[in-house]
Each structure stands twice: as structure tokens, then as C-alpha cells.
């Protein structure tokens, strides 16, 4: 008999079809295939330095294909199946997700990525601004913008919540007056806040006197004006 080499069939590699293919989740099927080629050479490796064990390793590989081939053959398509499924649910959530998120919070992501990519853009403005003026100097700079930009708005907020604000302090300080130990701990109390009041308000003039930047961005203790609105309100409930 003539030896005639032995030719190993290489399975033919079907082309995965539109219908089969995944959509979320192929990066598994290509991670499981990864790991099946690296598990199926460090095998061979073993299999090739096994010395005096290789017969018998052969052995135990012709029976393990012996029963398992003819199941593998059978059940092969199934995890694949299952990943198929699987896919599709997800599919579905996404689908359902983006039926229910409002357009507005579409938007606001699409307006929060597009400012994610020009963060580059104002990081190096930034940076430039520190080599020619300094941290101290940029950081004064950006400090003036944003009061710029914000005052407005707080100079309106404050005008229009200041009354509610001092409307429910003195409502409070009605109530909590009629308890006789808070009356006793205000009288102590009180003396000392308005000390300290007084030496805040002392130190932001004597800053801004002196140029200090930070001390434009501090607002006093509007002391006289504490003292006007709970004064008269204890002249109320002394007559009352």
C-alpha cells in the first residue's frame, strides 16, 4: 500500500448573512472566537511538547471526537441562537428607549457632546490665557466674566425673593420668641453675631479700599437694615 498523505479538511467559513449577523452584540460571538483560536493553539502547543504522552493523548482526542462530534454537529448553532435572541432583545429596549426619551433631552445631549468636543478648544484658550497673563490674572479674568454674566440675574432674583425672605424671618422670629429660652439664648447670642457682622463688613471695605479683587465679589451684612426689619417687628409685638 502507497502512503497517501492524510489532508485535513478545513471547514469552509460560511459568509454570516445579513439576517444572521449582530447588531449589539457581535463583539461577544468575535470575542468567543478569539478565545477559542488562542485556547486551540496553546492546546496543540501542549499537544506537541507532550513527549512519550502524545499517543495517549491522541487516544483520548479520537474518543472525545468520537462522542462529542456527533452532538456538536447537532448542537453547535444554539449559543449562537441564543446570542441571536438576545440581540434582538436588546434591539428592542433600544428601540423602546429612544420611543420615550423627549426630544428635548435628545437635544440636550446632542448640544452636550458637541461643547464635550470643543472642550480641547477652550482647555488651550485657557492655557494660552496662563502663559500671557498668569494664573492669578486668568483666573481674576474668568472670575469678572461669569460676575458679568451673572449679576444681572442675581441683582433680579434677589430683588424679587428678598421681601418673601424677610417676610418668613420674621414670621419665625415671632414664634420662636414666644419660647422663653430662646428669648434668653437671642439676648446673649445676638450681640456677639452682630460684632462679628460688623468685623466682616469692616474687612471687605477695607478690601476694597486696597484694590483687593475678591473683596468686589463680597457682599456686607446689610446690618442696618436686619436691625430696622426685626426692630420693627418688635415694636409690633410689643404693642400687640
Known sequence: MSDVPIEHEQPEVQPISDEKSLKYLDFVNLATIQLLLVFSKIYDLAKENSGPLKPGVDSVENTVKTVVGPVYVKYHDVPYELL???????????????????????????????????????????????????????????????????????????????????????????????????????????????????????AVFAGREKGYAVAGYLMPVPTKKIAQVFGDNQNVVAAQ
Not at 429596549?93 to 420611543?99: G, K, N
Not at 450681640?191 to 462679628?196: D, E, G
Open 84 to 202: 441571536k435572541f438576545f440581540d434582538r432583545k436588546v434591539g428592542d429596549s433600544v428601540s423602546e428607549l429612544d420611543r420615550h426619551v423627549p426630544a428635548a433631552m435628545k437635544s440636550a445631549s446632542t448640544q452636550a457632546c458637541a461643547v464635550a468636543q470643543k472642550t480641547p478648544e477652550m482647555a488651550r484658550s485657557v492655557a494660552n490665557e496662563v502663559q500671557r497673563a498668569g494664573v492669578v490674572g486668568t483666573a481674576t479674568s474668568l472670575a469678572k466674566v461669569a460676575v458679568t454674566k451673572c449679576e444681572p440675574s442675581a441683582k433680579e432674583f434677589y430683588s424679587k425673593y428678598e421681601p418673601v425672605a424677610e417676610q418668613y424671618a420674621v414670621s419665625g422670629w415671632r414664634k420662636l420668641n414666644k419660647f422663653p429660652l430662646f428669648s434668653k439664648a437671642a439676648q446673649v447670642v445676638l450681640p456677639t453675631a452682630a460684632y462679628c457682622s460688623e468685623k466682616y463688613n469692616g
